[in-house]
């Protein structure tokens, strides 16, 4: 069992930033896809990014685009979820995943294997 630990989550005004960590004290993370996902309250989880395990290709959600970077430090164990511009809408729990392909990305989250237990990000208007 992988355990992934969030970290970083808070209350921001609109226009603001933040980043996310997940840390996942495994010799075998660098070996997985990781993935961040986010579930507002009465919403269903949403796919927000996702990075390779060699960082060569990453994917995000188009609402997202542009203000989100998603970043791994294999070194560290940790991948990172940059959020600039934020926006009230953003508001969720703030997951994140890892998957044992690590070549592939997936904007499905029964396609990872392993899950944090979530950060709260409230955006404030």
């Known amino acids: 069992q992988v355990q992934l630990e969030e970290s970083g989550g808070a209350l921001v005004q609109a226009g603001g930033s933040l980043r996310l960590s997940c840390a996942a004290p495994?010799?075998?993370?660098?070996?997985?896809?990781m993935g961040w996902f986010r579930q507002a309250p009465g919403e269903e989880r949403e796919f927000v990014a996702a990075?390779?395990?060699?960082?060569?290709?990453?994917n995000y959600a188009d609402s997202v685009k542009g203000r989100f970077t998603i970043s791994r430090d294999n070194a560290k164990n940790t991948v990172y979820l940059q959020m600039n511009s934020l926006k009230p809408e953003d508001t969720a729990v703030y997951y994140c995943?890892?998957?044992?392909?690590?070549?592939?990305?997936?904007?499905?989250?029964?396609?990872?294997?392993?899950w944090g237990q979530g950060t709260q990000v409230t955006v404030s208007s």
């Open positions: 495994e010799r075998t993370f660098s070996s997985y896809a």
């Open positions: 990075i390779t395990s060699s960082s060569g290709n990453t």
């Open positions: 995943a890892a998957r044992v392909n690590g070549n592939y990305l997936s904007t499905l989250a029964k396609r990872y294997d392993y």
